[in-house]
């Protein structure tokens, strides 16, 4: 008998998928690959996946935990939750009210007897300075607020550092911020170890070191990057908006997994 019988994602764009390849006219995303595995000889395995791009821990709280609450059935029940890390990146971040509420999200879910997944974050990325100082401390404290969250309630945990490649901005899309098809891939086989399922074993080596990039292709690259993403980001905070706004989740009620193909 398959361990588990349904697989629930709730989160952010880091869970939704976001720029992995597309799969009928969405992001694949290493949910998606997970739930690839489960369903593999497993009749009647559903999934669902309520993550939107985005998403701060309050907004995950408020809209994706009522639905997820629905449709847990007790320890067959996989229910990954990894939200916060958009809560972090705010310039007015209150860390105190973040790592609270992630702690009481997290106790609400633990009562359903759902065998709950949550993970730790990169703290350090390419890059230098007093901003990546100050975003390697809070997603530390963010990191520490997990562990023992996820240890008081016997939840699996997947740890980042066990990937620190993965700060590696070649694991990442052009934006800097998401994991391309490769770090989706690269993701899900790390997550799939921690569930002790099948996976490929060499998920977590790193690449050969990347050679020095000119000069100018690099001013040229970040000028491109600040245009196509910062700026647009920092509109975006500027109006109170979101890239999820006005979205709707992938798989907002139980589907049978793998679907059908267009």
Known sequence: MAKYSRFIALGDS??????????NEQYRGWADRVADELARDNPGFTYLNLAIRGKLLPQV???????????????????SFNAGANDVLRPKYNAEKTL????NAVEELSKTGATLLLFTAIEQVDGKGKVADMWAKRFGE?????????????????????????GDKR?????????????HRRFAQGVLEVLELPHDTSWNLPLPKAP???????KRENAKWIYSFLLPWIWRRIRGKSSGDGRSAK????????PRTN
């Open 14 to 23: 880091l869970s939704e998928g976001m720029c992995d390849e597309i799969v």
């Open 61 to 79: 709280i408020a809209d994706q935990l009522p639905i997820a609450l629905g449709y847990i059935d007790g320890p067959t029940t996989l229910l």
């Open 100 to 103: 609270a509420e992630y702690r």
């Open 142 to 166: 963010f990191n520490e607020n997990v562990r023992k969250t996820a240890a008081k309630h016997g939840a699996i945990l997947a740890e980042a550092k066990r990937a620190p490649f993965l």
């Open 171 to 183: 694991f990442l899309h052009s934006d800097r911020l998401h994991l391309n098809a490769e770090g």
């Open 212 to 218: 020095k990039q000119p000069f100018l292709a690099e």
């Open 251 to 258: 798989h907002s009620a139980p589907v049978p997994w793998p």
